[in-house]
């Protein structure tokens, strides 16, 4: 691959076009990295322009976003520093109240052109620092979902079935992963391509779930298993055994 080849395919990793990259680099340069709330105010104003935002976004500094001419976000989105948006080319859209916080990654960058990829997030979800979504298959998440830290949702797989053959040039397969309303995805758990979560579910921590679980399952372990429904009385009762907290920002939301 010659260079000007090489610079095209960078571009291409970038932006929609030459000159929206020109304009989209110019904007965030100069006020990407400004902190606290007059950079969230100027960024608020001037990126709406390079997004599509319900009213204005909240996005803190060092923020760092591909193609924002196809990211879409809803009302009260708020981006923590240092959360990185890839949005080609199936782009990424974020529901309304949805929080992404330190670290976050939505990773949709798809070079083989699958029609199927993206990321489309609920309303009122909450993602933990440096969780990471990649989204070459399509990842379909729905309202009220809440992640752990170091969250993996990974909706791309590698073929490696030819031991002579570089794994990296078998190619990769990329289903699909949807993850219903009220689900919490505990810290580090992970999830597999082509898993279906249903409404309602907790995955416990470091769980690998490679297949799909019906609604209000409770799965723990590697791989994950199905260890009590979340409708079953007595597990009701041993869950609010101790005390319950609210906070300012759930009275705030209610």
């Not at 009302?75 to 916080?101: E, Q, R």
């Not at 019906?214 to 055994?241: C, H, L, M, N, T």
Request: with cysteine; hydrophobic share 40%.
């Amino acid at each position: 691959m010659g260079m000007l080849q090489e610079l095209s395919y960078y571009l291409k990793s970038q932006s929609t076009s030459i000159p929206r990259y020109i304009v989209e680099q110019t904007v965030m340069s100069l006020l990407g990295g400004i902190p606290s709330l007059v950079g969230i105010g100027l960024r608020g104003i001037a990126y709406k322009a390079l997004l599509k935002s319900e009213g204005l976004p909240l996005i803190e500094h060092n923020v760092r976003l591909l193609s924002p001419a196809n990211i879409t976000l809803g009302k009260n989105v708020y981006l923590d520093s240092g959360v990185f948006l890839n949005a080609l080319p199936g782009g990424v859209h974020i529901g309304a109240g949805t929080s992404l916080m330190h670290g976050v990654i939505f990773h949709v960058f798809n070079y083989r052109g699958l029609p199927q990829a993206g990321i489309w997030v609920g309303k009122n979800c909450f993602f933990g620092e440096y969780t990471c979504i990649r989204g070459q298959g399509g990842v379909h998440i729905g309202d009220g979902v809440y992640t752990g830290t170091q969250v993996q949702i990974a909706a791309v797989n590698h073929v490696f079935t030819d031991p002579d053959t570089y794994i990296k040039d078998q190619g990769i397969t990329a289903e699909g992963i949807t993850i219903e309303d009220d689900v919490w995805l505990a810290s580090n758990a992970v999830v597999v391509d082509g898993v279906t979560i249903g409404k309602g579910s907790v995955v416990g921590a470091g769980a690998v779930v490679n297949k799909s679980l019906p609604p209000y399952s409770v799965a723990v372990g590697v791989p994950a298993k199905i260890v009590k429904d979340r409708r079953d009385a007595s597990a009701i009762r041993k869950q609010v055994e101790g005390q319950v907290h609210f906070g300012e920002l759930e009275k705030l939301r209610s």
